[in-house]
């Protein structure tokens, strides 16, 4: 089963998207999800993480930016970005956090912000 995220976009320097993820209860009712990233040329990175409970962790580049957030009712997980910066753009895909129960990944959505 692959988790496709949706939301993505073109958007200039300073805007704002919002991407969700659909994730089949099987993984999402008691795992943490994240999402990630992968820019052009470089590897793919976790950028956001929530357990089960609604703690969320960030990678530093874009703390006080970018919100995570699950709606537990809907098995669905979120990313909400402000501020975007061109260094945000690349190809971000949601998963499980843990590499072991991680899905299949899916083609992600294309996120591109101009300067």
């Known amino acids: 089963v692959q988790l496709q995220a949706c939301g993505g976009g073109l958007v200039q320097a300073g805007g704002s998207l919002r991407l969700s993820c659909a994730v089949p209860?099987?993984?999402?009712?008691?795992?943490?999800m994240a999402w990630y990233r992968q820019a052009p040329g470089k590897q793919r990175e976790v950028v956001a993480s929530i357990t089960s409970g609604g703690n969320a962790n960030y990678v530093d580049s874009v703390k006080g930016r970018f919100t995570i957030s699950r709606d537990n009712a809907r098995n669905t997980v979120y990313l909400q970005m402000n501020s975007l910066k061109p260094e945000d753009t690349g190809v971000y895909y949601c998963n499980a956090f843990l590499p072991r129960l991680q899905r299949v990944w899916g083609r992600g959505t294309q996120v591109t912000v101009s300067s």
């Open positions: 209860e099987t993984i999402f009712s008691t795992n943490a």
